[in-house]
């Protein structure tokens, strides 16, 4: 060993031991909120290196949004701009529970490269490595809700709830969704790809969102599917929505929507906790 390196060597070594033999009090823990805080921002950065990840909450709804409008619009209301005014608030509850799957998605990756391994060696809240990416990916549905309602608005919807009622409408759909997540999270954590977990994701969202009352008027459908779709809870949510924009909300609804909401946290919550603890 040339005398060079052997004094880089005693270097390295004399900086561990000054580190470990400090005095100096340590930092405070970080607290839940401030470490969920910095998940959530990491998440965002993500979406900052890989812009690529935003097509699913800009291009695609904005080619939903057109297809169905001009494709349907004609055969199920007479005219494009009767339909839109329905079929607005359904595609926005399609197209941002559709994009609350790539929760799961997501966790699943980091989980399967080693990433969550490492995060549980630090001294942070544990359940802020889930809640953060929840958080941030709140921020993608707003931008979603955002574009398409810019969009049915320079083609003509027309909300008879004002402002007031789109907000509303919106805030209910983010609630239902961030719930939802829950969901796509414990498929993350217990499921073994992400390949996986996004066929899970496809076979659940497929029926519930197709099945539903947000291309058509659930009186032109047969009678033995109404049952189904009048129980579905993508259908109670877009009626929910439908109501707040247009300004003829059902309070039966909206409270439906809000307890589908707590059960989904209530039942998924604890279970991706404690799937997440057993992955240690």
Known sequence: MSSTTKHEAITEVEDILAVVSSTRERPPRPSPLSTSLTFAWRGLLKIKHVPEQLLDVTVFPVMMLLMFTYLFGGAVAGSTDTYL????????????????????????????????DRFRSLPIWRPA?????????????????????????????????????VLAGVGLMLVFSFSLSWAWTLAGVTMRSPEAVFGLGNMVMFPLTFISNVFVPVDSLPGWLQAFVK??????????????MHGDAATGNITLVLLISAALVAVFGPFTMSAYRRRE
């Open 85 to 116: 005014q329905d079929l607005l608030p359904g595609i926005l509850v399609m197209q941002v529970t559709w994009i609350s799957m790539y929760t799961g998605h997501t966790l699943n990756r980091d989980i399967t490269k080693g990433v969550h």
């Open 231 to 244: 129980v579905n809870p993508i259908s109670i949510l877009v009626s929910g929505v439908r109501g707040l």
């Open 129 to 165: 490595t889930l809640v953060g990416p929840l958080l941030a990916d709140a921020a993608r549905y707003a931008m979603a809700s955002t574009i398409i309602l810019v969009l049915g608005i320079v083609l003509g919807f027309r909300p008879q709830g004002g402002i007031q009622g």
